[in-house]
């Protein structure tokens, strides 16, 4: 595919010079959302009118648009986005030539990768992949699919679908390769998983020309590094508190952190230090009641929204 890539926007400092601007291509559809939402936790605030591609940022030195992910390493590659958050299988399925920045760990509704799987009927007599030969595939996964065909030296018919896939078996073809977080959707429909193809997560990638440009290299890599922050602080929480010196091995002992516990002296004398540590949000009900019988008083619990090890 050839693009023209646009045009570098044109942003002035205050003396009247031009700024370098990052261009960033964002996904349109299941991943918006959740995008937005994790870019906002990473510091970047978004906001898109209804049916507008391009979302202005409260960062004058990025420019955003809105693209489908399965077309988005494309344009990556062709330099029309500096960079662009799509999935590695759309990477994998367009043979796009890019730099992968960063793996993100979030999907449209859960932040664990997704699969890729091969599913039938449940009274289907296709019970692995060399039960497929001579049979109809449909998918949105083409060139993917294709390839594990290959590998596994079957024949089979693999065709483009634009969508409604669980609906389409028995009637039309015998096979479906579909994605799934949690098969819910496809048990739903009477279908079970024969195998996996493939598992995918969400990537930042750059275009090979950016990524040797100092600047809006250093600039993806801030991007990727306050993104993941904001992925390892999801459902997790800080907590902090005051004990005496004497309740304190106690109290760590009941503590799981990243590294090990802040302690710190307090003015009230060196009988008192405060405690502080990172925990998993679901720990909190069970903790708090067994830190406060161990001698802690003046439990805080506070919200993260980014943790940069």
């Not at 699969?115 to 060139?143: C, F, M, Q």
């Not at 078996?169 to 959707?185: F, K, N």
């Not at 069970?286 to 943790?307: D, F, M, S, V």
Request: proline content about 5%.
């Amino acid at each position: 595919m050839s693009l023209n890539p646009t045009p570098e926007p044109a942003v002035h400092s205050e003396d009247g010079a031009q700024k370098p601007v990052l261009r960033l291509g964002l996904p349109k559809g299941s991943l918006q959302e959740s995008t937005f939402e994790l870019m906002d936790r990473a510091g970047y605030h978004f906001s898109v009118r209804e049916r507008s591609y391009f979302p202005s940022i409260d960062d004058d030195e990025v420019t955003a648009m809105l693209v489908r992910a399965q077309e988005m390493a494309r344009y990556v590659e062709d330099g029309v986005f500096d960079a662009g958050i799509t999935g590695k299988d759309w990477i994998i399925e367009t043979d796009a030539e890019v730099v992968p920045v960063a793996d993100l760990i979030y999907s449209k509704s859960s932040m664990r990768p997704v699969r890729w799987v091969l599913a039938v009927p449940e009274a289907s007599d296709i019970h692995s992949v060399y039960d497929l030969e001579g049979k109809r595939i449909a998918t949105e996964v083409v060139n993917i699919t294709r390839k594990w065909l290959a590998e596994h030296g079957v024949r089979a018919d693999v065709e483009f679908s634009w969508g409604a896939t669980e609906a389409k078996c028995p009637d039309l073809v015998d096979a479906i390769v579909e994605v799934t977080e949690t098969g819910s959707s496809l048990r739903a429909n009477n279908l079970r998983i024969v195998d996996v193809l493939m598992h995918s997560n969400t990537q930042l990638i750059a275009n090979k020309a950016a990524w040797e440009d100092p600047w809006k290299r250093q600039k993806i890599e801030s991007i990727a590094m306050l993104m993941q922050g904001a992925i390892r602080a999801e459902g997790r929480v800080g907590i902090k508190m005051n004990a005496r010196r004497e309740d304190a091995e106690a109290i760590l002992a009941l503590l799981p952190a990243l590294r090990m516990p802040t302690i710190s002296p307090l003015a009230m004398g060196e009988d008192w230090v405060a405690i502080e540590t990172v925990i998993e949000e679901r720990q909190v009900r069970t903790l708090l009641p067994r830190l406060k019988q161990a001698g802690a008083e003046g439990i805080i619990e506070y919200a993260l929204n980014k943790i940069i090890p």
